[in-house]
């Protein structure tokens, strides 16, 4: 790994992971990848990561639920809940660093989004 800045993906759509992981390794981030929250959930407490991609339909839960949970738990980390379905966005922390982000995303989205990360 490097030392730059740690990214999970918790989202089940492949060829989505598989874009932002080559997006931010080109950036010189460190990302793991997770299909499932269940998974994702232990990687986020073991990895800790700077910035979480946070999908809302995943095959075994709905991860914006935890969203709250996750920001509360996590307050340095910064979520990015990503859905192509316009759900509605949980009541977060006041303190919680979050935005959200519609499917498709594409390279111009993640350039104007984070630039200055």
């Known amino acids: 790994m490097s030392d730059g800045k740690k990214i999970l993906i918790i989202d089940d759509e492949i060829d989505l992971c598989l874009l932002l992981k080559e997006y931010f390794l080109?950036?010189?981030?460190?990302?793991?990848?997770?299909?499932?929250?269940g998974e994702?959930?232990?990687l986020l407490k073991s990895y800790r990561p700077d910035i979480l991609f946070l999908d809302n339909n995943?095959?075994?839960?709905?991860?914006?639920?935890?969203?709250?949970?996750?920001?509360a738990s996590f307050p340095a980390t910064y979520?990015?809940?990503v859905s192509a379905f316009h759900?509605?966005?949980?009541?977060?922390p006041s303190s919680?660093?979050?935005?959200?982000i519609?499917?498709?995303i594409s390279m111009a989205d993640l350039d104007s989004q984070?630039?200055?990360?």
């Open 40 to 42: 994702g959930k232990t």
């Open 114 to 117: 984070f630039s200055g990360f």
């Open 26 to 37: 080109r950036k010189n981030y460190d990302v793991l990848i997770s299909h499932t929250l």
């Open 58 to 71: 995943l095959p075994d839960g709905v991860g914006w639920q935890d969203a709250p949970s996750f920001a």
């Open 87 to 92: 759900p509605t966005v949980p009541s977060m």
């Open 79 to 81: 979520i990015v809940m």
């Open 96 to 100: 919680a660093k979050y935005r959200v």
């Open 102 to 104: 519609e499917k498709p």
